[in-house]
C-alpha cells in the first residue's frame, strides 16, 4: 500500500488567497483526521471524519478553514482567505475506525506559508 | 490550555545509553496513551501505546510506564542508537460523550550522539 498520500508538499501562498490542501487516505480505512502542527502548539487535531461524515469539527480554528470528504478515498481541507499565521506543516491521517485505540497512519504532510 | 505536556523539547543521550521520555497529561478520562516518532520531511509513526490498565508496555527496546496517579507516562529506549534521533510525539486518546478525543503533546527531540 502506498500509505496516505497528500499533496502539494509544499505551497507558498501570499495572504488572502484561497489554498486548498488534499489527503487520499489508506484504502479500507474508515476514519480520516487533519492535523496542524505548529512549534508552540504541537500537533492538534482539526476535524475528523468517520465513514465520510465529519465528526468533531471543534478543532478547526475559524470559518476560515473548511474540510471535506466527498467519497472514501479523497479529502480536502481548504482556507479562504489564508494568513500568515496558518504558515504550518498540516497531516492528514488516516485508522481503520475512529477509535482511542487505534494508531493513526499519517502522511507526509503539507508545509503551507503564507506570505 | 495544554491537556498533554511534553516539557522537555529536546534531549541529547549518547548511544548505547537510555533515553528517556517524559509526558504528563491533565485530563482523567484518557485511558489509552501512544507514542508516534517523526523523522524530518516525514508524517509520524507509531511507536508503542499503553492501556490505562495497564503500568508498563514493552517492545523490543522501547518500554512506555504508565503512572495513572501521577498522571505520567514515559518512554524508556535501551540501548538508545543514533537511528532514534528523531522527535517523539506522546498522544492520550478518550472517547468523551460519545465523541473521540486524540490529543498529542508538543513533541521531544531527542538527539542520540554516537
Known amino acids: 500500500d502506498a500509505g496516505v498520500i497528500q499533496s502539494p508538499r509544499h505551497e507558498v501562498t501570499e495572504m488572502g488567497q484561497e489554498v486548498t490542501l488534499r489527503c487520499k487516505p489508506i484504502?479500507?480505512?474508515?476514519?480520516l483526521f487533519w492535523y496542524r502542527q505548529t512549534m508552540m502548539r504541537g500537533l492538534e487535531l482539526l476535524i475528523y471524519?468517520?465513514?465520510?461524515?465529519?465528526?468533531?469539527d471543534s478543532g478547526m480554528p475559524e470559518d476560515r478553514f473548511s474540510a471535506k470528504m466527498p467519497n472514501a478515498s479523497f479529502s480536502t481541507l481548504k482556507i479562504q482567505p489564508s494568513e500568515p499565521r496558518d504558515s504550518a506543516v498540516y497531516f492528514c491521517?488516516?485508522?481503520?475506525?475512529?477509535?482511542?485505540?487505534?494508531?493513526?497512519?499519517f502522511g507526509p504532510g503539507t508545509r503551507l506559508t503564507v506570505l | 490550555d495544554q491537556q498533554v505536556k511534553q516539557n522537555s523539547p529536546s534531549l541529547s543521550v549518547q548511544e548505547g545509553r537510555i533515553s528517556i521520555l517524559n509526558c504528563d497529561y491533565t485530563?482523567?478520562?484518557?485511558?489509552?496513551f501512544l507514542w508516534y516518532k517523526k523523522y524530518p520531511a516525514e508524517g509520524p509513526t507509531f511507536l508503542i501505546s499503553?492501556?490505562?490498565?495497564?503500568d508498563k508496555n514493552e517492545d523490543g527496546r522501547f518500554t512506555v510506564f504508565l503512572n495513572k496517579s501521577a498522571k505520567h507516562l514515559s518512554l524508556h529506549i535501551v540501548p538508545s542508537q543514533p537511528g532514534d534521533s528523531a522527535v517523539y510525539f506522546c498522544?492520550?486518546?478518550?472517547?468523551?460523550?460519545?465523541?473521540?478525543?486524540?490529543?498529542f503533546g508538543t513533541g521531544t527531540r531527542l538527539k542520540v550522539l554516537a
Open positions: 499503553i492501556s490505562s490498565i495497564k
Open positions: 491521517a488516516s485508522s481503520f475506525q475512529a477509535g482511542a485505540y487505534n494508531e493513526q497512519f
Open positions: 485530563n482523567s478520562m484518557f485511558d489509552y
Open positions: 484504502s479500507g480505512h474508515n476514519s
Open positions: 498522544a492520550a486518546s478518550a472517547t468523551i460523550a460519545g465523541t473521540y478525543k486524540y490529543i
Open positions: 471524519f468517520n465513514n465520510n461524515v465529519p465528526i468533531d
